[in-house]
Nanobody, 123 residues
Framework: VQLQASGGGLVQAGGSLRLSCAAS????????MGWFRQAPGKEREFVTTITRGGGSTRYADSVKGRFTISRDNAKNTMYLQMNSLKPEDTAVYYCAASSSFMLTMIPSSYTYWGQGTLVTVSS
């Protein structure tokens, strides 16, 4: 199983980025997917998650209204559209796959993790 996160980079505050997570080696549509992030010196935190079919999502309060998660099961890919970025969004962003039957914000519920992609937001 491989989850390949990409799309990170350096952006000014107020800008936008779109992250992608390409999955292989698993039946993508059978997994709840999620994004987590870890800022320097901080613990990994939940960002957002999406159900297997993409019909339901959940967001951390800190990103609600600015970030949008989506998935394309035909392409085995998940996305994170990040708008109105703030310096406090700076972190390594990880995608993850969970065999849970429902949305979950708990990192230990996720079985597979990508390698992470760095997002840096300058002020």
């Amino acid at each position: 199983v491989q989850l390949q996160a990409s799309g990170g980079g350096l952006v000014q505050a107020g800008g936008s980025l779109r992250l992608s997570c390409a999955a292989s080696g698993l039946t993508f549509s059978s997994y709840v997917m999620g994004w987590f992030r870890q800022a320097p010196g901080k613990e990994r935190e939940f960002v957002t998650t999406i159900t297997r079919g993409g019909g339901s999502t959940r967001y951390a309060d800190s990103v609600k209204g600015r970030f949008t998660i989506s998935r394309d099961n035909a392409k085995n890919t998940m996305y994170l559209q990040m708008n109105s970025l703030k310096p406090e969004d700076t972190a390594v962003y990880y995608c993850a796959a969970s065999s849970s039957f429902m949305l979950t914000m708990i990192p230990s519920s996720y079985t597979y993790w990508g390698q992470g992609t760095l997002v840096t937001v300058s002020s």
